[in-house]
């Protein structure tokens, strides 16, 4: 099933575990796919792996907003409009307690978590209503909707990030724009990695254990099993869905 023929759709944080998965995905059911990341190289790899002529890239940084306004403006040149859009981009910062928190990590990790989100939705949901409407998809996490020790910044801008998804989604309703979260628990990416090495450095994999045995399931998600409910969500299949927060979580929110 293609849900996705003659559908455009632009991926922040594009050349991640997450974003390249999600290309994936949406190239495989048609769509056309603006991958948008930090650097040129991991981009070109990220579009090689996909192998799908119709991905391409736009190296930007979410945070600047004329480089968002360049990536939206390379969308519609190219492709002709945005009908969906994963607002994907995100960094971890560290893993210190709110005393020892570094102050630049802390700006860093809001500046791309909240203000590139925010950024995201101020340009590109226009092009998107100027095109009859579409669907954006935020990518919240585990920690939108829980606390926990170590991770204040993230944290803050996971939860920050539902409330642009609640405001956004009762601003794009009237121009037939929706707006909703994924809330991950642990996904196998590269910040999965960065993070069981702050929680156990050199022993990894013993930190890993430990956050997969707190997950009902026993298991982090698969990039797919994110990818999936992003490819929903904007799919005709989601048409009465706008404003929510979607558990991908193997069960960790409603186990506590
Ligand atoms: N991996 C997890 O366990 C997990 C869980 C819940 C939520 N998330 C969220 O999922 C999203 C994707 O993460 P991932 O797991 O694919 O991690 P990842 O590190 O593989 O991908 C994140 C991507 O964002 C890009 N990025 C960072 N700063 C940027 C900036 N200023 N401008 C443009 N791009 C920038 C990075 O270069 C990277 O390619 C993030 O928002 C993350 O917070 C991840």
């Given at each position: 099933?293609?849900?996705?023929?003659d559908?455009?759709?632009?991926?922040t944080?594009?050349?991640?575990g997450?974003?390249?998965?999600?290309?994936?995905?949406?190239?495989?059911?048609?769509a056309?796919?603006?991958?948008?990341?930090?650097d040129?190289?991991?981009l070109?790899?990220?579009?090689?792996?996909?192998g799908?002529?119709?991905?391409?890239?736009?190296?930007?940084?979410?945070?600047?907003?004329?480089?968002?306004?360049?990536?939206?403006?390379?969308?519609?040149?190219?492709?002709?409009?945005?009908?969906?859009?994963?607002?994907?981009?995100?960094?971890?910062?560290?893993?210190?307690?709110?005393?020892?928190?570094?102050?630049?990590?802390?700006d860093?990790?809001?500046?791309?978590?909240?203000?590139?989100?925010?950024?995201?939705l101020?340009?590109?949901?226009?092009?998107?209503?100027?095109?009859?409407?579409?669907?954006?998809?935020?990518?919240?996490s585990?920690?939108?909707?829980?606390?926990?020790?170590?991770?204040?910044?993230?944290?803050?801008?996971?939860?920050?990030?539902?409330?642009?998804?609640?405001?956004?989604?009762?601003?794009?309703?009237?121009?037939?724009?929706?707006?909703?979260?994924?809330?991950?628990?642990?996904?196998?990416?590269?910040?999965?990695?960065?993070?069981?090495?702050?929680?156990?450095?050199?022993?990894?994999?013993?930190?890993?254990?430990?956050?997969?045995?707190?997950?009902?399931?026993?298991?982090?998600?698969?990039?797919?099993?994110v990818?999936?409910?992003?490819?929903?969500?904007c799919?005709?299949?989601?048409?009465?869905?706008?404003?929510?927060?979607?558990m991908?979580?193997?069960g960790?929110?409603?186990?506590?």
């Amino acid at each position: 099933m293609a849900r996705f023929t003659d559908k455009v759709v632009v991926i922040t944080g594009g050349a991640g575990g997450i974003g390249i998965s999600a290309g994936q995905l949406f190239a495989d059911e048609g769509a056309k796919v603006l991958l948008v990341d930090l650097d040129e190289q991991a981009l070109g790899a990220a579009v090689d792996q996909i192998g799908s002529k119709q991905v391409s890239y736009c190296v930007a940084d979410v945070t600047q907003a004329q480089q968002v306004q360049r990536y939206v403006d390379t969308a519609v040149e190219r492709y002709g409009a945005i009908d969906c859009f994963l607002n994907n981009a995100g960094v971890e910062g560290v893993l210190k307690p709110i005393t020892d928190y570094p102050e630049d990590v802390f700006d860093n990790v809001i500046d791309v978590n909240l203000k590139g989100v925010w950024l995201g939705l101020k340009y590109v949901m226009p092009a998107m209503a100027a095109g009859g409407g579409g669907s954006i998809v935020i990518t919240s996490s585990v920690a939108g909707v829980n606390g926990g020790p170590g991770l204040s910044a993230y944290v803050a801008s996971k939860h920050a990030v539902i409330g642009l998804m609640r405001t956004a989604s009762n601003e794009g309703a009237g121009s037939n724009v929706r707006v909703n979260t994924v809330n991950p628990s642990p996904v196998d990416t590269r910040m999965m990695r960065a993070l069981e090495e702050f929680a156990a450095p050199g022993a990894a994999e013993l930190a890993r254990k430990k956050f997969e045995a707190g997950i009902p399931l026993k298991r982090y998600a698969e990039p797919k099993d994110v990818a999936n409910i992003m490819a929903f969500l904007c799919s005709d299949e989601a048409s009465f869905c706008t404003g929510g927060v979607y558990m991908v979580d193997g069960g960790s929110t409603s186990s506590r």
